[in-house]
């Protein structure tokens, strides 16, 4: 089991399959495009992956914010269903963890859709804690 950075465009695209499963809304070529795109501004895309296939994939950056000073902020984190439950969601949310602490982050972070129980089931054993809603208003 390794865990990466998807930096080439084959990489980005090996990570499609199991990313649809948290964002369907995208096709693989706007998944590839929006990634490039956010790259640019420091998003990267890590990915778990085991027997030469992807099982798990979150996307991440550094932020400085006021309130919490410079945190890693995760954008998307999925296990492949096909093989949830096998621990690949965890030993990537710990190497993310790791992540933020190797770069001197005093808080890390991530929002979880509200229907997300088994996701929020998972953050909490991690000792995670609920400290905030998200609000968002679509302008499009």
């Given at each position: 089991?390794?865990i ?37 501004t420091?998003?990267?895309l890590?990915?778990l992956?085991?027997?030469?296939e992807?099982?798990?994939v ?22 492949a269903?096909?093989?949830r ?22 808080q ?15 953050y ?17």
């Amino acid at each position: 089991m390794k865990i990466a950075l998807a930096e080439t465009e084959a990489d980005i695209a090996r990570c499609y399959p199991v990313m649809v499963e948290l964002r369907p809304h995208l096709s693989a070529t706007e998944f590839a495009t929006r990634v490039k795109k956010q790259q640019a501004t420091g998003f990267h895309l890590a990915y778990l992956e085991e027997t030469g296939e992807v099982r798990a994939v979150a996307g991440f950056r550094y932020l400085e914010t006021l309130a919490w000073g410079k945190i890693l902020y995760v954008d998307d984190l999925v296990a492949a269903a096909v093989t949830r439950s096998r621990g690949h969601g965890g030993r990537l949310f710990d190497w993310l963890v790791a992540q933020a602490k190797q770069n001197n982050c005093d808080q890390f972070h991530l929002d979880s859709g509200v229907q997300r129980f088994g996701a929020h089931r998972f953050y909490l054993t991690r000792r995670m804690d609920i400290t905030s809603h998200h609000f968002a208003l679509k302008l499009k």
